[in-house]
């Protein structure tokens, strides 16, 4: 396609979009004042449904399809970074090398590693009812793992991450997302919507389909992000090129 086919194309979708942009703009509400109609239907919305963090209401309830589309992203990065970094023909595995840590780094590591996991666990379970949340607690989970690797060495990180049960897990917890979605349409209502008993405001098992798909977020958060950095970790540590010779 030509420069100018191009140009014409792209002229009138850009000024389109820029004058629906200028538009909405012009009404928004005066900047620092006190009328806010999105927040004040977001939390009327979320009280309703009995969940307190309006924050997981409008994540997993509200607005739950774009939600699914922005765990789609995250699972599709993790089959990407899976393909890329596969081995090539000219590079082979190489045995990992015991790595020297300070006592202090070693002592602080595994002494934080069970309490950021534990915080991972909180975030995750309590995303419906306080800050945090599925994405949230999932990085922590992930990150937390990883404490092994600076606390000791690339060794022990193998040893406690079972990088296959995680792999799996990934696939689960995101279909499992796409899944949830269809027991609204055996209810008779939309695509993700929220028609599990609400129960209790404020308590565990409070929120319906809110709790559940906030937890299922946790874990491919979790699964995903470690295997991630799993890739990225073996190209890096375990990944040497062949010598011609």
Do not use: K
Not at 51 to 62: I, L
Not at 121 to 149: E, I, K, M, N, W
């Amino acid at each position: 396609m030509r420069p100018a086919v191009r140009l014409a194309l792209f002229a009138p979708a850009a000024a389109g979009l820029a004058a629906a942009f200028t538009a909405a703009a012009l009404r928004l509400p005066v900047f620092g004042g006190d009328q806010h109609p999105y927040g004040t239907r977001a939390v009327a919305a979320a009280l309703a449904h009995r969940t307190a963090n309006a924050v997981s209401s409008v994540n997993f309830d509200q607005r739950a399809f774009d939600t699914l589309g922005e765990e789609s992203i995250l699972f599709a990065s993790v089959l990407d970074a899976t393909l890329l970094l596969r081995l090539a023909r000219d590079e082979h595995h190489r045995r990992p090398e015991p790595a020297r840590v300070l006592p202090s780094t070693r002592l602080l590591g595994a002494g934080l590693l069970p309490f950021t996991l534990l915080t991972g666990v909180y975030l995750v379970a309590h995303g419906a009812l306080s800050p945090g949340g599925g994405f949230q607690g999932g990085v922590v989970l992930a990150t937390g793992l990883h404490l092994a690797y600076v606390a000791a060495d690339y060794r022990a990180l193998r040893r406690l991450r079972p990088l296959a049960v995680l792999d799996v897990a990934d696939a689960v917890a995101a279909g499992s997302f796409a899944a949830l979605g269809l027991v609204g349409l055996a209810a008779g209502g939309a695509y993700l919507q929220n028609v599990l008993p609400w129960g209790t405001f404020n308590t565990l098992a409070s929120s319906g389909l809110v709790a559940v798909v906030n937890a299922v977020v946790g874990v491919e958060v979790a699964c995903g992000v470690v295997v991630l950095l799993a890739h990225f970790l073996e190209q890096a540590v375990e990944t040497a090129e062949r010598s011609e010779g």
